[in-house]
């Protein structure tokens, strides 16, 4: 099965509002990055994590290795950030290669 | 933040030729790698790259792929000869470090093979 596990699938959040991301693993994994692809596929660097919380603006994320999880928090959350939030992680068994979750569209309404 | 490039941004070829997929990673980094998303599922990993060997490696990286960085130019994938599935969008990654170091994606380049 998936070892990374990315909940919820869909969002829909109105300005001003918040909410949380969640990757689930299957296995202990090293480090975690966040991103967000833009309207052009591009995908954008949100956070890189190898343990403990890391906070950006209005973002913040934090991963937790023992307890297999990462989450995403986003407050106040604006028209903009509308798009698709992937989190990958990096499997501790010496692999080099980012696993990635199925993503979360998100949809900020006015 | 560190721009990765990718060229051509669409690639459209028939079934058995050859293409070839350039990437520009970041000008300092070390690590490269590729990845592949087709169409409705999720991204995965091609294979990673340093030091002018594959250092990893999945079973989707069949014999008819290959990568190379002649000379710190562009890092490609080469496929030959290419298939109706190899049709997908390749993301091109760099990092400084290995894997302990955020890695910076390109902006993807779309095959289709007819």
């Known amino acids: 099965g998936d070892q990374v596990e990315q909940s919820p699938s869909a969002l829909s959040l109105h300005e001003g509002t918040g909410s949380a991301l969640r990757c689930n693993f299957t296995?202990?994994?090293?480090?975690v990055q966040w991103f967000r692809k833009n309207s052009r596929g591009s995908l954008i660097n949100l956070f890189y994590?190898?343990?403990g919380t890391k906070e950006n603006g209005r973002l913040k994320s934090a991963f937790d290795s023992k307890e297999r999880y990462s989450t995403l928090h986003i407050r106040d959350a604006q028209l903009e950030d509308s798009g698709t939030y992937f989190c990958?992680?990096?499997?501790?068994?010496?692999?080099?290669?980012?696993?990635f979750g199925s993503g979360t569209q998100l949809t900020v309404m006015p | 933040g560190p721009k990765v490039l990718q060229i051509p941004s669409h690639q459209i070829i028939d079934m058995g030729q050859m293409v070839t997929l350039n990437c520009d990673p970041v000008?300092?980094?070390?690590?490269f790698y590729w990845y592949k998303q087709i169409l409705g599922q999720q991204m995965e990993f091609l294979v990673n790259?340093?030091?002018?060997?594959?250092?990893?490696k999945s079973k989707l990286f069949k014999d008819q792929f290959s990568v190379e960085r002649p000379d710190g130019s562009y890092f490609t994938l080469k496929i030959q000869p290419t298939a109706l599935e190899d049709s997908a969008v390749y993301f091109c990654?760099?990092?400084?470090?290995?894997?302990?170091?955020?890695?910076?994606f390109g902006p993807g380049t779309r095959l289709l093979v007819l």
């Open positions: 296995t202990t994994m090293r480090a």
């Open positions: 990654a760099s990092s400084l470090a290995s894997i302990q170091d955020t890695q910076y």
């Open positions: 790259f340093y030091n002018g060997k594959v250092m990893e």
């Open positions: 990958a992680a990096v499997a501790s068994s010496g692999s080099w290669q980012l696993i």
């Open positions: 994590l190898a343990s």
């Open positions: 000008s300092n980094h070390l690590y």
